[in-house]
């Protein structure tokens, strides 16, 4: 079966923050098992046990990392948005795809979040919150972000203002 693509995708820079988040991550999973190491070895509390679920500790770090690093690709690929005339559609997955459909009359408010990374890149994520959960689309520039906030701003509150018949 084809899986058809929603139109928008991020910009190629938001592969560079993924990119970094993944190192930081995995910088901050290795220095912990090393302190960890490094503690039970001081304390003289090291054996055999210790030495393979240390290893397999590390083992693990090592191919998730790789695994988000390789990865980074299908997931700019395959993570869209659309934003239709009663819904924002949210796209996301390679093996296992999904499609989210988020109805104007659900979200209740929107934000825009810039940590250091997307700083760096001038980009912005927004953050769609309804009552159930929150809906990110992260990586957006930011003319492009403030400009979407302030477009699905008006369709919700024109939403809200047909449902109760104002």
């Known amino acids: 079966m084809d899986y058809p693509l929603l139109k928008n995708q991020l910009p190629e820079s938001i592969k560079s923050v993924w990119k970094k988040t993944s190192l930081i991550t ?59 005339s009663t819904e ?30 997307l700083r760096r890149e001038k980009l912005m994520e927004l953050v769609i919150h309804t009552a159930a959960t929150n809906h990110h689309i992260a990586g957006l520039a930011m003319d492009e972000a403030q400009l979407l906030r302030q477009n699905l701003l008006v369709k919700v509150e024109e939403t809200g203002a047909n449902e109760y018949g104002a």
Do not use: C
């Open 26 to 84: 995995f910088i901050i999973f290795m220095l912990a098992g090393i302190g960890v190491i490094g503690g039970l070895t001081y304390f003289d509390v090291v054996n055999d046990m210790w030495k393979l679920i240390g290893g397999g500790y590390f083992a693990l770090i090592v191919l998730f990392y790789l695994l988000n690093f390789f990865l980074i690709r299908y997931r700019y690929e395959y993570f869209r948005y659309e934003i239709t």
């Open 88 to 117: 924002v559609v949210f796209q996301q997955g390679f093996i296992f795809r999904s499609i989210t459909y988020v109805p104007f009359s659900r979200i209740q408010h929107i934000e825009t979040e810039q940590g250091p990374f």
